[in-house]
């Protein structure tokens, strides 16, 4: 079946403006994770949704990041007024949770290379 | 807060060889490690899941270890070939949050023909 998509696979924007980052999950998987990967650095955790709950938002590294997930499929990333430090790869993953706490496997996208001038 | 390191990062080996990857983890309380391949452009593959309570998982030529008291776990690959070039990451799943996976930074093996 399908796996995980993200676009744009690359995004390019001035200093200043905002991007939207689309993540669609594996369909029926309930958990989905953003992370963002610098060069040469690991994944850093950015949020977190669960089926209808509150999201783990304790990742995004300030308020310009927020994110939504609508009708709990599709994930949009944003990011206001960009910084040469946003410059990263953003990666999405999903899971599915199997009555217990914790997601197991994570499916991965290719993830969106954002560069920002 | 937990910290993942990967030893080394980088690593170039010639086709053939058995090879192991390190990692450690700073904070011991962990649920579950995994191991993860990333290939440019393609995102991340889950390869090995280790709960806590385990010491060991194989599939195929690779082979993890888990050390939870000290802190490390080990991926073994045997007779490595080029396909097996990437970037190898592990994850770790703390007790304290199980929404929230700690990577490393990676291992990039090159295996050469």
Redesign the interface.
Same mark, same amino acid.
């Given at each position: 079946g399908a796996g /995980?998509s993200q676009s744009p #696979?690359n995004k390019v924007t001035e200093k200043g403006k905002d991007v939207e980052l689309r993540c669609d999950p594996i369909s029926g998987h309930t958990a989905l *994770?953003w *992370?963002r990967q610098s060069l040469?650095?690991?994944?850093? $955790?950015l949020i *977190?949704f669960?089926g209808n709950s509150a999201p783990?938002k #304790?990742?995004l590294p300030s308020d310009r990041f927020s994110a939504e997930r609508t009708g709990g499929s599709v994930s949009t990333l944003t990011i206001q007024r960009t910084q040469q430090e946003d410059s990263a790869v953003y990666?999405c993953?999903s899971s599915w949770v199997a009555g217990g =706490? /914790?997601?197991?496997?994570? *499916? $991965?996208? =290719?993830?969106t290379r954002l560069t920002v001038l | 807060k937990q910290e993942v390191t990967q030893i080394p990062a980088a690593l170039s080996v010639p086709e053939g060889e058995n090879l192991v990857l390190n990692c450690s983890f700073t904070d011991s309380a962990i649920y579950n490690l995994q191991w993860f391949r990333q290939d440019p452009g393609k995102g991340l593959t889950s390869l090995l899941l280790i709960q806590s309570s385990q010491r060991e998982q194989t599939s195929g030529r690779l082979n993890a270890s888990l050390d939870k008291s000290s802190g490390r776990s080990t991926l073994y690959i045997a007779a490595s070939q080029p396909g097996d070039s990437a970037t190898y990451l592990c994850a770790v799943v703390g007790v304290y949050n199980f929404n929230k996976f700690y990577f490393g930074s990676g291992t990039k093996l090159n295996v050469k023909p």
């Open positions: /995980v #696979s *994770y *992370y040469g650095q690991g994944l850093e $955790f *977190y669960q783990d #304790s990742g990666l993953a =706490p /914790v997601a197991d496997t994570q *499916y $991965f996208g =290719p993830g | -």
